[in-house]
């Protein structure tokens, strides 16, 4: 069965701090790991990793895969208020159209 | 803009009356999903379509059901809701390449009286 674990389950950081987030993937046939912003709301898509240690970055946010140890990192820079929120990661299979999603990590950003 | 839509927002039922969720999108994708998120959990899928091929999870209750008439509409059906359907459900919607992002419409709150 595919897995995908994140940690840490949640953090609290103050603005101007940088956070990272871990996300550990157990998928057969995997092809890309996907993350997402969940504020109140529907989750948002922030960035998909197919390629091992190519960094994709967006603004403030980076994120990085590492096919080889079958995990990818969110790095928030500079954090803001605004940053609050739940980060999800999923697993994609290289057949097929479902998700694997972790069970999030819960960012508080603290003025 | 092109997005995903779902009505209503907000939906109130009382344990074992019928309830239809909707959901609708101007992207032109071909799959759609349905997915169930409770509180601090991560969105759990349901069941998606791809075009008109139904795929449905193993552990997906037989209370759950849906429908979808055309590329642009999808419809969740809870046949008789208990107490533990309350969640927020989540309609997605993505092009159909294998392990491709998944567009999210802003949900629809369940509370079951």
């Known amino acids: 069965e595919d897995k995908v674990v994140q940690s840490p389950l949640s953090l609290v950081v103050h603005e101007g701090d940088t956070v990272t987030l871990n996300c550990s993937y157990e998928?057969?046939?995997?092809?890309?790991l996907l993350w997402y912003k969940q504020e109140k709301k529907a989750p948002t898509f922030l960035f998909m990793l197919?390629?091992?240690?190519i960094e994709k970055k967006s603004g403030r946010l980076s994120s990085i895969l590492d096919k080889k140890e079958l995990f990818s990192i969110l790095n928030i820079t500079a954090t803001q208020t605004g940053d609050s929120a739940v980060y999800l990661c999923a697993g994609g299979k290289a057949a097929g159209n479902k998700l694997t999603f972790g069970g999030g990590t819960r960012v508080l950003v603290k003025p | 803009d092109a997005m995903v839509i779902q009505n209503p927002r907000y939906q109130v039922t009382q344990f074992g009356k019928p309830v239809t969720l909707s959901c609708s999108q101007t992207l032109n994708h071909n799959v759609m999903y349905w997915y169930q998120q409770k509180s601090s959990q991560a969105p759990k899928l349901l069941f998606h379509?791809?075009?008109?091929?139904?795929?449905n999870e193993a552990d997906t209750p037989d209370n759950f059901q849906s429908r979808r008439p055309n590329t642009s509409f999808c419809f969740l059906d809870i046949r008789s809701p208990g107490l533990g359907d309350a969640a927020m459900y989540l309609c997605?919607?993505?092009?159909?390449?294998?392990?491709?992002?998944?567009?999210f419409g802003p949900g629809t709150r369940l509370t079951v009286l």
């Open positions: 379509y791809y075009d008109k091929d139904f795929n």
């Open positions: 997605a919607t993505s092009r159909g390449l294998a392990g491709d992002e998944q567009f």
């Open positions: 998928v057969t046939n995997f092809r890309s």
């Open positions: 197919t390629s091992s240690g």
